[in-house]
Nanobody
Framework: QVQLVESGGGLVQAGGSLRLSCVVSRRTFSSYVMGWFRQAPGKEREFVAALSWSGGSTSYADSVKGRFTISRDNDKNTVYLQMNNLKPEDTAVYYC?????????????????WGQGTQVTVSS
């Protein structure tokens, strides 16, 4: 059983930064992939970033490349999403997710475990 608990969301002005945290209830298997998704009002949930837990390889949506960074801390069983130069269009509920390796990491249906979501609001 895997549980994901998110924190770090909040209200920030455009150009500011936030760091989201996702604590995993147990140490993730080396074969797992961690992902961040977001869902804006009236929009479908979309891929933001993914991380191979053991290898540290990452991937990002084009909309956040150069601004967002996904990382992990093995000792804390935590995955992070560092968000810099935030824009109003980044406003969304952000979700942490986990899945075994395999399939397309960009697709939300590939993920088996999800956090509760944390609200990020970027004001102009």
């Amino acid at each position: 059983q895997v549980q994901l608990v998110e924190s770090g969301g909040g209200l920030v002005q455009a150009g500011g930064s936030l760091r989201l945290s996702c604590v995993v209830s147990r140490r993730t298997f080396s074969s797992y992939v961690m992902g961040w998704f977001r869902q804006a009002p009236g929009k479908e949930r979309e891929f933001v970033a993914a991380l191979s837990w053991s290898g540290g390889s990452t991937s990002y949506a084009d909309s956040v490349k150069g601004r967002f960074t996904i990382s992990r801390d093995n000792d804390k069983n935590t995955v992070y999403l560092q968000m810099n130069n935030l824009k109003p269009e980044d406003t969304a509920v952000y979700y942490c997710a986990a899945k075994p390796r395999g399939g397309d990491s960009y697709k939300r249906d590939a993920y088996d475990y999800w956090g509760q979501g944390t609200q990020v609001t970027v004001s102009s």
